[in-house]
C-alpha cells in the first residue's frame, strides 16, 4: 500500500517520494515479492533517474542508476560512459561505493571518459599508467572516513597491488625467457665456432706437415 502513496507523490515531483518508489521497487526484486523482475527494473531506472535530476541527488540513488547503465539486462547494452558519470558524481560527493565502483570499471577493462577523470584530476594517470589509476581510485575509496567502506576498498587496493605484481613478474619472466633463449643460441654458436676453430687447424697442420717431409725427401734424393 505504501508503494502506492509514494507513487502518486513520485508522480507529483516529490525527489523523496521519487527515491522512495525506486528504493521499494528494488527490495521487491531482492525480496521476489510479487512483482515481476521486469518491471522491477524499469521502476527503479525511471524513478532512481527522476530522483537525480534533483538538485542534491542521494549518492546511493546515483550508485545504482550507475549500476543499471552498466547492466545489460536493463537497457539491453552497457552504457559505459553514462555508467561513469553516475559513480564519478557519486565519488565527487565522497561516496566510497563511486570510487569503487569506478575501480571496478578500470579493472573489467573498461576505459574511463576523460570528462570524468579530469574531474577527478586523474587524467595523467589514465595516460601514462592504467595499474596506477586503479590503485588511486581504491586508494581513494578507503580515504573516505567510512567505516564501513575501509575493508572492501582496503582489500580491493590489495587484490590491485597483487594483479600488478603478477603483470610484472609474468612480463620479466617472458624477457627471462627470451633472454636466456637468446644467450643459448649465442653460446652454442660460439661453442660450436670455437669447436671448429680448433679442430680446423689441426687439420691442416697435419697435411702441411706431411707435404713438407714430402718435399724434404725430394730434396735429398735431388741432391744425391
Known sequence: MSLIYYLSAAESGFEAAQFNVAYLCELNSIFYISLDPALV???????Y???????????YALIRMGDLFYGEHALGTK???????????AALKNEPQGWYNLGLLVQNGESLPFGVLSELN???????????LLHTLYQRCGETN???????CTLALFSAHLQSLQ????????????????VGTLSFSFVFGLIKWRTMP??????????????????KKSTT
Do not use: W
Not at 527522476?50 to 538538485?55: D, L, V
Not at 552504457?79 to 564519478?88: P, Q, R, S, T, W
Not at 586523474?122 to 596506477?132: E, F, P, S
Open 122 to 132: 586523474l587524467l595523467h594517470l589514465h595516460l601514462t599508467d592504467r595499474q596506477k
Open 49 to 59: 533517474n527522476m530522483s537525480i535530476q534533483a538538485q542534491d541527488p542521494a549518492p
Open 79 to 89: 552504457e559505459v560512459f553514462d555508467a561513469a558519470e553516475m559513480y564519478k558524481q
Open 167 to 182: 603483470l610484472h613478474q609474468d612480463t620479466a619472466i617472458k624477457l627471462i625467457a627470451t633472454v636466456s633463449a637468446a
Open 202 to 219: 689441426l687439420h691442416e697442420t697435419s697435411q702441411t706437415s706431411a707435404s713438407n717431409q714430402t718435399r724434404g725427401g725430394i730434396i
Open 146 to 152: 567510512s567505516t564501513d567502506a575501509y575493508l572492501p
Open 41 to 47: 527494473t524499469q521502476c527503479m531506472l525511471r524513478y
